[in-house]
Nanobody, 115 residues
Framework: QVQLVESGGGLVQAGGSLRLSCAAS????????VGWYRQAPGKQRELVAK???????NYADSVKGRFTISRDNAKKTVYLQMNSLKPEDTAVYYC?????????WGQGTQVTVSS
C-alpha cells in the first residue's frame, strides 16, 4: 500500500511562485514513475509533469519553462516548483505515483492564482 501526502498549495498572485511537495510511504519509490496532475473546475484532470525512474521529465506545453518537477529518492518525495504562475494554473493539483502498473494518488492540494 502506497500513501501520498501533498503539501504546499495555497493562494498566490499572478507572477508568483509555489512549491508543491508529495511524500510517499510504503513503496520502492526509486523505481516508480512520479508525476503531478491538475483538475480545474468543470475540466478533466490533465497531466502537468511526469518523470520516470532514470528518465527525463515531461511537461505539458502550458507549463514548459515555468514549472519544474524533481524527485528525491532518499526522502521518497517529489516536488513541483511553479514559477510565473497564471490565473489559468488555478486547479487542484494531485500527486501520482505509478509502480508495478498500479497508480496511486494523493488527496489533492488547491492552488489558486489571483489576477
Amino acid at each position: 500500500q502506497v500513501q501520498l501526502v501533498e503539501s504546499g498549495g495555497g493562494l498566490v498572485q499572478a507572477g508568483g511562485s509555489l512549491r508543491l511537495s508529495c511524500a510517499a510511504s510504503g513503496s520502492p519509490f526509486s523505481i516508480a514513475a512520479v508525476g503531478w496532475y491538475r483538475q480545474a473546475p468543470g475540466k478533466q484532470r490533465e497531466l502537468v509533469a511526469k518523470i520516470i525512474s532514470g528518465g527525463s521529465p515531461n511537461y505539458a506545453d502550458s507549463v514548459k519553462g515555468r514549472f519544474t518537477i524533481s524527485r528525491d529518492n532518499a526522502k521518497k518525495t517529489v516536488y513541483l516548483q511553479m514559477n510565473s504562475l497564471k490565473p489559468e494554473d488555478t486547479a487542484v493539483y494531485y500527486c501520482n505515483v505509478g509502480i508495478f502498473r498500479i497508480d496511486y494518488w494523493g488527496q489533492g492540494t488547491q492552488v489558486t492564482v489571483s489576477s
